[in-house]
């Protein structure tokens, strides 16, 4: 029976993950590629967009971010959350070896099919997960037609 071989993965974002031969470059190689790398990370919330014959759901991941400090706004079809994540600081006279967690404002917009409600549009915050559920105007929501029999 044929096995298969696991290729191994690298990374789309540092594609200085190989030093082509020269090991010495590879410090050179992930500064280059890397450069914008923390301010994607910064601002870039993933969200997933689902939809029901009764509403658009939008979920976005904003672990370790206090509700408070979030604002989902709808406007002329457009949704955005907004908000700022706040983290402990170095004390005076340490440096970060690796600093990951996002800290800073961030923001993400989606426009949204047509055809929902906005003004009964309800949000909820759970484990660092963000959902906004828009419900659709009741002349968008998918109609039955039914077939007659000759």
Do not use: C
Not at 23 to 40: C, N, Q, T
Not at 82 to 108: K, N, P, W
Request: avoid cysteine; proline fraction near 7%.
């Amino acid at each position: 029976m044929p096995q298969l071989l696991r290729r191994p993965t690298r990374s789309r974002l540092a594609p200085a993950s190989a030093d082509f031969g020269f090991p010495w470059a590879r410090p050179l190689l992930s500064e280059f590629f890397d450069i914008g790398r923390d301010v994607f990370f910064e601002t870039y919330v993933p969200i997933d967009m689902t939809r029901t014959d009764e509403a658009i759901t939008v979920v976005a991941s904003v672990p370790g971010i206090d509700p408070d400090r979030i604002e989902v706004t709808l406007d002329r079809g457009v949704l955005t959350i907004a908000g700022t994540a706040s983290g402990s600081s170095a004390e005076e006279g340490d440096s970060f070896i690796v600093r990951e967690r996002r800290i800073g404002s961030f923001e993400r917009s989606v426009r949204l099919p047509r055809g929902v409600d906005a003004g009964a549009a309800t949000s909820n915050y759970a484990n660092g997960e963000l959902s906004v559920q828009i419900p659709l105007v009741e002349d968008h929501k998918p109609q039955r037609i039914k077939i007659s029999k000759n």
